[in-house]
C-alpha cells in the first residue's frame, strides 16, 4: 500500500466523538500514523511480527500494521468506549481491506497490567501533563513486553527518556520529529487547533551476549 493511500484510509476511520481530557486521548492523525508504520515497516520490525499496539485508542497504529503485513497485532484499551469504535473500525478494515491481513485481537484493559509478549510496541502514549510521569510508566511496559519499541513524545525529554531506555536495557537507537495537531476539543483550549512538537523514539533491547535471543 502507498503512503497516501494508507494516510487517506486511516483518516477516514472513526475517532473518539467525547475524549476524555485527562485522559489525554489525542487521537493520532492519520498522516502521522502512517509515517511511524511505515518507519517501522523500512526497518524490519513490522512485517510478519507480531505486534503490541498500547494505548490503542481507535486503533489507527494498530491497524496501519495489519495494512502493512503485521502477523499478529494485540489491540490493549481499557476505555469502553475507545474500544467500541476501535471494533468498527476493524469491521471496516475487514470489508474494505484488498488484501490477506493478519490476526488481530482486542485486550480489554490497563496497559500496565498487560501480560503480553510481541516482536514490536508501537503507541502513542499519554503526554504525561494530566497524570504525571505516565509516559514513562507507558514506556517501561513497553520495554518489559517486546524487543523493539517505537513511542511517540512531547519534544524537550530526550535524554530523560534515552536514560529510561538504558536503564531497562534497551538503547534508543533513532528518532523522528512531526508537528502533532491537537484539536479543540476541550472548553479549555483556546484555539481551534494547536500544533505540538513530538519525536517518534525507536528503541531496541541491548544483549550483552550471555542472553539468549529467539
Same mark, same amino acid.
Given at each position: 500500500?502507498? #503512503?497516501?493511500?494508507? %494516510? $487517506?484510509?486511516?483518516? *477516514? &476511520? @472513526?475517532?473518539?466523538?467525547?475524549?476524555?481530557?485527562?485522559?489525554?486521548?489525542?487521537?493520532?492523525?492519520g498522516?502521522?500514523?502512517?509515517?511511524?508504520?511505515?518507519?517501522?515497516?523500512?526497518?524490519?520490525?513490522?512485517?510478519?511480527?507480531?505486534?503490541?499496539?498500547?494505548?490503542?485508542?481507535?486503533?489507527?497504529?494498530?491497524?496501519?500494521?495489519?495494512?502493512?503485513?503485521?502477523?499478529?497485532?494485540?489491540?490493549?484499551?481499557?476505555? #469502553?468506549?475507545?474500544? %467500541? $469504535?476501535?471494533?468498527? *473500525? &476493524? @469491521?471496516?478494515?475487514?470489508?474494505?481491506?484488498?488484501?490477506?491481513?493478519?490476526?488481530?485481537?482486542?485486550?480489554?484493559?490497563?496497559?500496565?497490567?498487560?501480560?503480553?509478549r510481541?516482536?514490536?510496541i508501537?503507541?502513542?502514549?499519554?503526554?504525561?501533563?494530566?497524570?504525571?510521569?505516565?509516559?514513562?510508566?507507558?514506556?517501561?511496559?513497553?520495554?518489559?513486553?517486546?524487543?523493539?519499541?517505537?513511542?511517540?513524545?512531547?519534544?524537550?525529554?530526550?535524554?530523560?527518556?534515552?536514560?529510561?531506555?538504558?536503564?531497562?536495557?534497551?538503547?534508543?537507537?533513532?528518532?523522528?520529529?512531526?508537528?502533532?495537531p491537537?484539536?479543540?476539543?476541550?472548553?479549555?483550549?483556546?484555539?481551534?487547533?494547536?500544533?505540538?512538537?513530538?519525536?517518534?523514539?525507536?528503541?531496541?533491547?541491548?544483549?550483552?551476549?550471555?542472553?539468549?535471543?529467539?
Amino acid at each position: 500500500m502507498r #503512503k497516501k493511500q494508507l %494516510e $487517506i484510509f486511516l483518516s *477516514n &476511520l @472513526k475517532e473518539m466523538e467525547d475524549p476524555d481530557m485527562f485522559e489525554e486521548q489525542y487521537t493520532t492523525p492519520g498522516d502521522i500514523a502512517a509515517e511511524i508504520v511505515l518507519f517501522a515497516y523500512h526497518r524490519g520490525d513490522l512485517e510478519g511480527k507480531t505486534i503490541i499496539d498500547l494505548g490503542a485508542g481507535t486503533g489507527r497504529l494498530g491497524i496501519a500494521s495489519l495494512l502493512l503485513g503485521a502477523k499478529k497485532v494485540y489491540f490493549v484499551e481499557k476505555d #469502553k468506549r475507545a474500544i %467500541e $469504535i476501535l471494533s468498527d *473500525n &476493524l @469491521k471496516t478494515l475487514t470489508l474494505k481491506s484488498n488484501q490477506i491481513l493478519g490476526e488481530y485481537e482486542i485486550r480489554d484493559g490497563d496497559v500496565l497490567n498487560v501480560l503480553l509478549r510481541g516482536d514490536t510496541i508501537i503507541q502513542n502514549p499519554p503526554f504525561g501533563t494530566k497524570k504525571r510521569n505516565m509516559d514513562t510508566k507507558f514506556l517501561k511496559k513497553a520495554f518489559e513486553i517486546g524487543d523493539v519499541v517505537y513511542s511517540l513524545h512531547k519534544k524537550g525529554n530526550y535524554d530523560f527518556i534515552r536514560n529510561v531506555a538504558l536503564e531497562n536495557s534497551f538503547e534508543l537507537v533513532e528518532k523522528e520529529s512531526f508537528k502533532f495537531p491537537i484539536k479543540a476539543m476541550f472548553e479549555v483550549h483556546k484555539k481551534r487547533k494547536v500544533m505540538i512538537e513530538v519525536e517518534l523514539y525507536r528503541f531496541m533491547r541491548c544483549y550483552d551476549g550471555s542472553e539468549w535471543r529467539d
